[in-house]
């Protein structure tokens, strides 16, 4: 491996804390990561998308997105495919080697196993994480007639730290296996990309920078100077440019909308509305029928009429713009003007008092507003302020801390993270946390950042899931057990806490915390805390052959499988 990969890839197994991972692993974690980086700029776990060990069909990492979503279990797919009404996928396999050359027998195995993979009866041994995702793959495909704009685009990436030199034997490999994955007639599109050292490298420095798109925003005008914000332009841009903005080359919808209070909604009635003005043909009416969405960006590069606008979110408009991607086959839809506000700044209450705004006048609870403006600011500061042995940091907007070196990537906690382990620990509803973002949380509305909460539950649960995933990573507890990572949040809790729940504004419930905190800052103490929630679940009769624990009779059972092992040292003497 050259110096410069192996510097990169140091810095990575730093970032991502796996050091104790054979080079050859960290590595496959190394590239895995800068491959779906670029196609999805979200946080995930390294482990959501590694298949490499045993069993895994000469594929190391195997990736399903599906409208910008990475997919991690059947109840997301579901949920997001029924709530948007149409299904954009992308299927990605990699294969990695350290070696410094690219081996033709090698790129046989892996198309071969690409193959034993699609196919209808596989013939080859695959581990537990290949069986999921095929899983996920045979259920997608079932849900076909969503597929309106296209069939899944499928991306292949054979990784190596040498240098691609367009061998032809080697070509003629590639290109033989992707005629016969053509013949499946499964995919719009089959891109094979063998990638070397330099290229690996490229694609590890893209993790560190911000979305960016290039737009003719030739129609428009200039802002007066406003306080805290650097530039304002007012416009309408057209439908061409516009798609520019919220997908990418596969017509795959980005994860822009991560600051907009609401998810998409889907088939309701507004979302109807704009669709029915674009099928009946009445493009010249959108801009003026059509309130228009409000971009926030970092930065912005105007030259003449184009403009290059970096790290941006759509915060106003995610409805009209999904509804504008499902559109785009309409004939004559290039006719469309999309109403538009782009604003730059880096003052982040400016850019929640925009959010708030620019929302207010929807369907959005004022719950939901609220926690994005306080709530959440409150949190992240409340993160801040922990000054321990291990510091987290709250990302309350997303990729908000990607291009800080001095942060690890595993200090991260994201917006649902915190709502999986506040679920788990303090709602006693680790069954509910699967499945897709925007459906979790509507789950858990009212139940959640509410104003008059204390703080430390969150701050808890979020430490409990980061030393869990550390175990994970040390090897101190076997990640066989990651299956039932939440419900152990939830024995922790129970072991800790007690079964009967303190109200979350309660002072003594605060403080109760304050002590599970210490605890879990302590490493021996904090090891022997997870294992005793791990014994709960090996001495009981819960299955243990089961894949998931997704019911709530699932969840009660490990309940019961605690009380049995400690409430009668809890209960109070008649």
Not at 76 to 82: F, G, K, N, Q, S
Request: glycine share 4%; charged share 25%.
């Amino acid at each position: 491996m050259d110096k410069i990969t192996k510097s990169l890839l140091d810095s990575f197994v730093e970032q991502f804390e796996i050091s104790k991972l054979s080079e050859s692993l960290q590595f496959e974690h190394f590239t895995n990561y800068s491959v779906a980086t670029k196609s999805y700029r979200n946080s995930f776990d390294l482990d959501d998308i590694h298949t490499g060990s045993g069993g895994d069909c000469a594929i190391d990492g195997l990736i399903i997105i599906v409208n910008g979503r990475l997919i991690l279990d059947d109840d997301e797919l579901t949920d997001i495919v029924t709530t948007s009404g149409f299904l954009d996928a992308d299927i990605i396999f990699i294969q990695s080697k350290t070696s410094s050359s690219f081996d033709g027998s090698q790129i046989g195995n892996f198309i071969h196993g690409i193959k034993d993979f699609l196919s209808d009866n596989p013939r080859l041994v695959q581990n537990e994480k290949i069986i999921k995702i095929k899983s996920i793959w045979e259920k997608m495909l079932s849900m076909s007639s969503y597929m309106i704009n296209r069939r899944p685009a499928c991306k292949i990436y054979y990784v190596c730290t040498g240098k691609w030199q367009n061998d032809q034997n080697l070509n003629a490999v590639i290109t033989s296996g992707v005629e016969e994955l053509e013949h499946l007639s499964l995919f719009e599109s089959i891109d094979f990309d063998p990638l070397g050292a330099s290229e690996i490298q490229r694609l590890y420095h893209e993790t560190k920078n911000k979305l960016t798109a290039t737009i003719n925003f030739q129609n428009r005008i200039t802002l007066p100077d406003i306080e805290g914000i650097s530039e304002a332009y007012l416009g309408v841009i057209p439908y061409n440019e516009y798609l520019k903005l919220i997908q990418d080359d596969q017509k795959t919808i980005h994860s822009i909308f991560d600051d907009n209070v609401r998810d998409f909604q889907g088939e309701n009635a507004v979302n109807r509305n704009i669709k029915r003005t674009l099928e009946d043909g009445k493009f010249d009416l959108f801009c003026v029928l059509n309130n228009g969405v409000t971009i926030v960006a970092s930065s912005i590069t105007p030259a003449g009429n184009r403009f290059t606008i970096r790290d941006y979110q759509i915060v106003n408009g995610c409805q009209t713009s999904h509804v504008l991607h499902d559109c785009q086959n309409i004939h004559g839809i290039e006719n469309v003007f999309i109403p538009t506000k782009i604003i730059v700044t880096a003052n982040d209450d400016i850019k929640t008092s925009i959010t708030l705004a620019t929302n207010s006048q929807t369907e959005v609870k004022a719950e939901q507003l609220e926690a994005l403006s306080s709530f959440q600011r409150k949190l992240e500061l409340y993160f801040k302020a922990e000054k321990n042995n291990i510091t987290l940091y709250y990302e309350r907007r997303s990729q908000q801390y990607n291009s800080d070196a001095g942060i690890k990537r595993t200090q991260i906690i994201s917006i649902p993270i915190q709502i999986k382990a506040f679920a788990s620990m303090f709602l006693d509803s680790p069954h509910l946390v699967s499945g897709y973002y925007g459906t979790i949380v509507n789950r858990f509305s009212g139940k959640i950042f509410s104003e008059n909460h204390m703080l430390s539950l969150y701050y808890v649960s979020a430490l409990a899931f980061y030393k869990i995933e550390q175990f994970f990573r040390s090897g101190e507890i076997d990640v066989k057990y990651k299956k039932i990572r939440f419900h152990l949040l939830m024995l922790i809790r129970l072991i800790s806490l007690g079964d009967k729940m303190e109200p979350f504004n309660s002072k003594s419930l605060d403080k109760k915390c304050e002590t599970l905190k210490n605890t879990l800052l302590k490493e021996t103490e904090s090891l022997r805390l997870f294992e005793k929630a791990v014994s709960i679940y090996e001495n009981s009769s819960i299955d243990k052959d089961k894949r998931q624990y997704k019911s709530e009779s699932d969840t009660e059972l490990f309940i019961s499988a605690y009380r049995q092992q400690y409430q009668k040292t809890e209960l109070p003497q008649k």
